[in-house]
């Protein structure tokens, strides 16, 4: 009786256990995959507008000979007014360091007239105008990005014309999205427009202008930024 009370226990634990077999496993459910979120970066080709405030800086004053009284010269003028355009350029991006180059062409109204000269016998006449509606310039970008702001210095070549001199700022900028940033920029501006003749209406004499634009500017810029990943 003994022996079959213990066949029966057996048999029963042999079936539980080869049913406990036939149940599906027990697994924790895979964990949901969440894509990487990219981190920013400042690589890449961009394009923007910008608009703001330009002045004059020299006093520009055309100086004049006459065999009988001399060099002499006429007026002066600090005119400013609007600047406005466009840019194109490329940054890469190294760590925390940004280089980069940017090119822009600039509409620039800073009060552009004509200069009157003055002589002690023929009184005022006509002097020459002391500045161009419009400038570019070329230039090289290299700053420090913390995260999306990114502070720079620029400076390289201006350009009006056939006459050429240099330029040299910086500015901050911030990346609002992956693709857009605004920035605020300075720069100063130094083009050579060489001497400038005019003719000493009723003498026979002439004049010289040494016309050398030196110009500051301030603007606003807005760039669209092609994605770079």
Known sequence: MKKILLASVALFGFAGAASAADLPARAAPPAPVIAAVPVFTWTGFYVG????????????????????????GGNGGNDGGFVGGGQVGYNYQMGQFVIG???DIQYADRGSRD???????????YGGKSSDD??????????FAFDRALIYATGGFAYNGDNGGWTLG?????????NLTARIEGLYVNIDNGNNYDPFYGAGYYGSNK???EFGVIRAGLNYKFSSY
């Open 170 to 178: 910086g500015g901050l900028e911030y990346a609002f999205t992956n």
């Open 101 to 103: 180059a940017e090119a």
């Open 134 to 143: 419009w400038f570019g310039t070329v230039r090289a970008r290299a700053g």
């Open 115 to 125: 200069r009157l000269s003055y002589s002690p016998v023929y009184g005022y006449y």
């Open 211 to 213: 016309n050398k634009d």
């Open 49 to 72: 507008v910008n608009a703001g405030y330009g002045w004059n800086t020299n006093n520009n004053d055309p100086f004049f000979y006459d065999p009988l009284l001399g060099y002499y």
